[in-house]
């Protein structure tokens, strides 16, 4: 088939690179446009953009497919293009209608979760985050509504219970593009049989903020343990911040100690906010880089009874 590809992070990369090492046809791929990043505000090409580089795929970065001189060009150039089908993966841009409409097979998405749970921008931390035990890939015929479309192809997967989102990420961008692979055959073979989102079962995953990821210890650690794997956590210690990368729940509890109080100097262990103890195992000191628990408590003395400040 005929086929146009549109997405812009990582996540999208697998996708992109097994359509382009596939039977079908890549005519073009859109994608985000560069940012500038770092102290010299360099401007950065997407992993999408740079991933199609390497296998020579014309790229094309408008900054909106709704409204402007871009939106008409893109429009125009869609249509002598004439694709059988669009795919989309984590673009970051809405389609309007006129492009839904115009491939002959419509457009699909590989979307991050087992629709129609977790529909919007960040399901992967939001699984996390709500302590899911189960996700997974979702394809979906493309509509108008927010990730509201027709399924097509599902395929779960198992979360660890000490899984982060950035391994999750990994795992669920790498089945994204088994499962795009398996609904374009699909598609070419007539066998797909959509089946339509029940709405009443769905949930949304909004954008992360900085804010969330603040660790309040009269959470229970079960909880505090999610928003480290989900979105990685932070707390004040002796007046500096402290990232936590990792942690596990490592089933102690104490009676006595106040929430966030450390209460093993060992291994680093705090108490939560429903008595269990919560083990952080991978951190990073303002200004430092990020390290084990192990190499951090080599060069630094906790003392048992220090509290974490709740003021983040």
């Given at each position: 088939?005929k086929?146009i590809f549109?997405?812009t992070?990582?996540f999208a990369?697998?996708?992109?690179?097994?359509?382009?090492?596939s039977s079908?046809e890549?005519?073009a791929?859109?994608?985000?446009p560069?940012?500038p990043?770092g102290?010299g505000y360099?401007m950065?090409?997407t992993p999408v953009k740079?991933?199609?580089?390497?296998?020579?795929?014309p790229?094309?970065q408008p900054?909106?497919?709704?409204k402007?001189?871009?939106a008409?060009?893109?429009m125009?150039l869609l249509?002598e293009?004439a694709?059988d089908?669009?795919?989309?993966?984590a673009y970051?841009?809405?389609l309007p209608?006129?492009?839904l409409?115009?491939?002959?097979?419509?457009c699909v998405?590989?979307h991050?979760s087992l629709?129609p749970?977790?529909?919007?921008?960040?399901?992967?931390?939001?699984?996390?985050?709500?302590g899911e035990?189960?996700?997974?890939?979702t394809?979906?015929?493309m509509g108008?509504?927010?990730?509201t479309g027709d399924m097509?192809?599902?395929r779960a997967?198992?979360?660890g219970e000490n899984?982060?989102?950035q391994?999750?990420?990994?795992r669920l961008?790498?089945?994204g593009?088994e499962v795009?692979?398996?609904?374009l055959?699909a598609?070419?073979?007539?066998?797909?049989?959509?089946?339509?989102?029940?709405d009443s079962l769905?949930?949304?995953?909004?954008?992360?903020?900085?804010?969330?990821?603040a660790l309040?210890f009269?959470?229970s650690?079960?909880?505090?343990?999610?928003?480290i794997?989900?979105?990685t956590g932070?707390a004040?210690?002796?007046?500096?911040r402290?990232?936590?990368?990792?942690?596990?729940l490592?089933?102690?509890?104490?009676?006595?100690?106040a929430?966030?109080e450390i209460?093993?100097?060992a291994?680093f262990?705090?108490?939560?906010?429903d008595?269990?103890?919560?083990?952080?195992?991978?951190?990073?000191?303002?200004g430092k880089k990020?390290m084990?628990v192990s190499?951090?408590?080599?060069?630094?003395?906790?003392?048992t009874?220090?509290?974490f400040?709740?003021?983040v």
């Open positions: 088939m086929t549109m997405g992070p990582d990369v697998p996708c992109l690179k097994a359509l382009a090492e079908h890549v005519m791929v859109f994608t985000q560069d940012k990043k102290r360099k950065i090409p740079t991933a199609a580089a390497e296998y020579d795929i790229v094309y900054l909106s497919l709704r402007g001189d871009d008409e060009e893109s125009k249509r293009l694709p089908i669009i795919i989309v993966a970051g841009q809405i209608k006129e492009v409409e115009l491939p002959k097979y419509g998405n590989i991050a629709l749970k977790y529909r919007g921008a960040a399901p992967i931390n939001w699984v996390i985050l709500n035990k189960e996700t997974g890939i394809s979906m015929q108008e509504g927010l990730d097509l192809i599902k997967t198992e979360i899984e982060t989102y391994e999750l990420y990994s961008s790498d089945m593009a795009l692979m398996d609904t055959s598609i070419e073979n007539g066998t797909l049989t959509p089946e339509k989102q029940d769905t949930c949304y995953s909004p954008m992360i903020t900085k804010e969330m990821c309040d009269n959470k650690a079960a909880e505090v343990h999610n928003t794997r989900g979105v932070f004040m210690l002796d007046g500096k402290l990232k936590i990368f990792a942690s596990s490592t089933g102690k509890t104490s009676a006595d100690a929430n966030g209460v093993d100097t291994s262990d705090v108490k939560c906010g008595g269990q103890i919560i083990r952080f195992l991978e951190v990073q000191p303002e990020r084990k190499d951090f408590l080599r060069g630094n003395k906790l003392s009874g220090k509290i400040n709740q003021e």
